[in-house]
């Protein structure tokens, strides 16, 4: 059994900041692929970040340069810095895990964070 608890979304204004955290927990060998997802109101989810065990790291085009997402192996959590929001940044964020048990590899979602942008 394993848990994602998301935390930090929130209402900001247009161009500041916020810190997204995902903290796995549970029957854990190893965390692979973190990632973070958004969904806004009548639209399909979509891919905003993504980060692999080694580091590496894929964005969405329309946070490129003002988001940044990392991670912390040894406190299974994975961040989402978010700077210069745009009140089109807003959406109920998900973070995303691939874990393996050491039985199998598996996928696992958050609960979703709302955050909102104002203009």
């Known amino acids: 059994q394993v848990q994602l608890v998301e935390s930090g979304g929130g209402l900001v204004q247009g161009g500041g900041s916020l810190r997204l955290s995902c903290a796995a927990s549970?029957?854990?060998?190893?965390?692979?692929?973190m990632a973070w997802y958004r969904q806004a109101p009548g639209k399909q989810r979509e891919l905003v970040a993504t980060?692999?065990?080694?580091?590496?790291?894929i964005y969405a085009d329309s946070v490129k340069g003002r988001f940044t997402i990392s991670r912390d192996n040894a406190r299974k959590t994975v961040f989402l810095q978010m700077n210069s929001l745009k009140p089109e940044d807003t959406a109920v964020y998900y973070c995303?895990?691939?874990?393996?048990?050491?039985?199998?590899?598996?996928?696992?979602w958050g609960q979703g964070t709302q955050v909102t942008v104002s203009s």
């Open positions: 549970g029957s854990i060998f190893r965390v692979n692929a």
């Open positions: 995303y895990v691939n874990i393996n048990s050491g039985l199998a590899y598996s996928d696992y």
């Open positions: 980060i692999v065990t080694g580091g590496s790291t």
